[in-house]
């Protein structure tokens, strides 16, 4: 059974950074394109970033420069690096694999949340 669990949300101050991380376990993680989305409050859910199997990566254009995706095949984890972050930025943050050989095999973690605050 796959799972996808997300970690490395918390409290942050303005201009501040933190490393999410997306641990993916029950299949082989190469052929999944591993995604970051995000939810606030009263908003829908968008995507942040994403990486394939071979590591292209694809990133929300406002926040290209700020956030960096990055994945470990070796230890089944996709990353996402938040720089200088900001309070927009405050959200759930959800990862998302979507396998690439099979479309529509999709599995989301239960969200990380991150606060950006003084």
């Known amino acids: 059974q796959v799972q996808v669990v997300e970690s490395g949300g918390g409290l942050v101050q303005p201009g501040g950074s933190l490393r999410l991380s997306c641990a993916f376990s029950g299949s082989t993680f190469g052929p999944y394109t591993m995604g970051w989305y995000r939810q606030a409050p009263g908003k829908q859910r968008e995507l942040v970033a994403s990486i394939t199997g071979r590591g292209m990566t694809n990133y929300a254009e406002s926040l290209q420069g700020r956030f960096t995706i990055s994945r470990d095949s070796a230890k089944n984890t996709a990353y996402l690096q938040m720089n200088n972050l900001k309070p927009e930025d405050t959200a759930v943050y959800y990862c998302?694999?979507?396998?690439?050989?099979?479309?529509?095999?999709?599995?989301w973690g239960q969200g990380t949340q991150v606060t950006v605050s003084s």
């Open positions: 998302k694999a979507d396998n690439e050989l099979f479309r529509g095999i999709v599995y």
